[in-house]
């Protein structure tokens, strides 16, 4: 552990156990001290340097001789806080300068990140994506093409996602492709008549992502994540028009 901690301040281990050693001898010559902590008075050396730079060794000459000694261990809390200091501005000119340079270096066009997911394992995850990313949004609604043949397996491994939708305040439109479908709290739904039978299909729009869901034979579920603002405006634009229209 104490190791850890050194090296969070910047030593290394070899500079931890040369810093431990003169602690317990007190001033010291380097031929001491590489006796006493098994390091080869060359390398010692070079490390009692590097630990005098950081400001937790200093040295006096005692005739031709240098001695050096360990400063009170108090100053590993000052290294920290000076450390932490450091690192607190760093984080004030990544949000305030660094990072806003950096994304107007980025060339004018979105990529598209893509996840595949498979399983119920897999469906469950997407489903609970859908709440995340909503329920962070200012207004909490995402829209929903949806057939019948998906519906038996859609919340099969996310049986209460309902309720946890209508617990988190998020409103979901819904375009049901057939028949069938139940109303629920916060939930809108209209229908787009067909003939025939319908594929399994779940279509969810929660800018900036798509979330598709189909299921492939022996009714094993798969699902891709779209993730992009031009992808999700362009859908969005679909699903809006044809509400207007049905």
């Known amino acids: 552990m104490i190791e850890q901690a050194f090296e969070q301040l910047g030593l290394t281990p070899r500079e931890t156990q040369l810093y431990q050693t003169l ?8 031929r001491d001290i590489a006796e006493h902590s098994g390091i080869n008075r060359g390398t010692a050396y070079e490390s ?3 630990l005098q730079g950081k400001g937790v060794v200093s040295y006096f000459p005692k005739g031709k001789r240098r001695f050096f000694s360990a400063e009170n261990p ?5 290294l920290a806080e000076e450390k932490r200091n450091r690192l607190d501005k760093t984080i004030e000119n990544l949000k305030n300068t660094i990072i806003p340079n950096l994304h107007q270096q ?3 066009y979105h990529q ?6 498979e399983g119920d394992d897999g469906i469950e995850w997407v489903l609970r994506d859908i709440l995340n990313v909503v329920s962070e949004q200012d207004h909490k609604e995402y829209c929903v093409f949806s057939s019948k043949p998906i519906r038996p397996f859609l919340y099969r491994p996310f049986p209460n996602y309902t309720k946890q939708r209508v617990k988190l305040g998020i409103n979901v439109k819904v375009i049901a492709l057939g028949d069938g479908g139940e109303e629920a709290e916060l939930s809108e739904r209209k229908w787009i008549k067909t003939e025939g039978a319908v594929d399994a299909s ?3 729009i929660y800018p900036p992502k798509c979330a598709i869901i189909s299921l492939a034979s022996n009714n094993f579920p798969s699902a891709v994540i779209l993730e992009s603002k031009d992808i999700a405006k362009a859908q ?3 699903f809006d ?6």
Request: proline share 5%; glycine share 2%; net charge positive.
């Open 241 to 246: 028009t044809l509400w207007k229209m049905l």
């Open 74 to 78: 108090d100053i590993l809390l000052n």
């Open 23 to 30: 602690l317990k001898l007190g001033p010291s010559s380097i």
């Open 106 to 108: 980025q060339p004018e």
């Open 48 to 50: 009692l340097k590097q």
């Open 112 to 117: 598209t990140n893509v996840r595949y997911y």
């Open 202 to 204: 779940y279509i969810a």
């Open 236 to 238: 969005q634009i679909i």
